[in-house]
């Protein structure tokens, strides 16, 4: 069988971008390759795949030896993306979504091209553009949920445009759209946070403590560009989790632990990752419960994270990231398995129930400051570091890069062994491995 996974990105990448990944992304095409011999793996990425892709000044640096890469170009529009995947003449094609830069809307775009290759004859394994869009769209992604009877933060959708509007039309005396707003806002609880509806990770988040607070953030003219949701700030344990599978072949992972920053709020580029969590007071079995039934009523396929909070002893989801996310690595490696592989066994099926704990070990991922290559592989080489992830991304017009490494630790039995393993990592990279992070580390695996 000849499978095609493919990925498209509406990121451009300035010159001096590249991404160091130990194990290289190449192993990791060549590992889950050697685990289905009798079918051929072709890849189809547009602009260089990043997550999935090797990257050295803008090229892709190594390539597998047993799975083709299709770069296709960045402009390329829907048909032209699935008139090449069917020039490769597919068994069968899966949509293998990635993150966008800023505005998180990539999965759309897969969605439409999964769309065309069905119309044309083509086996595809995806995720309709009705999910997409809805997971595109927090406001969607919040009424969705509430129409399945699953918990969500009280919120209320603003419309800039039409918040503004008497700016723009001198005919209105008063903007009735913002009357009615503001008087839903006044019933929200304080905390609030105001967050873009289509934003990707905590890109422009507010936390307002007041109304008045809140008031100054809607009326700020430089943040009008997207519209917004206001929501209550649920100061409960923050955690997240990963859907991985299609229809009928879903596994549910148990949650892990989040840190939190001084805002009280997860942010991915700075915080630890526990898991899995384990301790019943959190009803786990139930939560598994429900996002199973979520899984089922979005059509998921591959990975789906989601983000959520453990508030007055309930569970509720603050959002969908329906593609590969900053959780991917961290939870295919207490799997046991590479990013790929889950991917791959979403159309083939898996002889392993990741839903369970006893199919998963116990990992941690921690943030360092960016390192040269040898010092990367000297941190790889220690035992039980299981991955490094270092991005250098510099944006078109930009000349300072935006660096970011991450590192993932332990599949390991116990929290314990896992707790001491990141002890003796500190010991012999002092100056690299914060103590907060171990502090952070412990904290998190002592409650969970």
Known sequence: MRIVLFNTSSRRFGDGSEVTYLPSRADDWDSTAALFPEHEIIYVAVNLGLFWLDIKNNKVAIKPKNVRYVIVEDKATV??????IISLNPSVAIASSVTGSYIDWNPIMDSLVAEVLEKRGVKTIWQKTSTSFACFDKWQTHLALRELGLNVAKAVFVDKKLFWKEKTDPAISINIYREYVLHRIKE???PIIIKSTVGTGSIDMKIAESFEQAIEILNDESSANYDVIVE?????????????GAMGNYHVL????????????SDGHNNVKFGPVTNEKYKISKLQESLHRLAEAFGFVGSAQLDLVFYKDEWYIIEINARYSGMTLTTAIAEGRSTFTIYVESLLGSPVDYSKMENLKYVVNFKIPAQDDETLSDIYAFPNVQAINQ???VNPGSEVPSKFCEVVFGRLDTKEELIEG????KKAFPEIISSTTVEEAEKLAKNG
């Open 232 to 244: 209550e700030f649920l100061q409960g344990e923050a955690f997240g989790t990963e859907i991985h």
């Open 254 to 265: 148990p949650p892990f632990s989040l840190s939190i920053n001084a805002s009280g709020i």
């Open 391 to 393: 991005y250098t991304i």
């Open 188 to 190: 929200l609880t304080l």
């Open 79 to 84: 048909e032209e993306i699935a008139e090449l």
């Open 422 to 425: 990141l002890k003796a990592l």
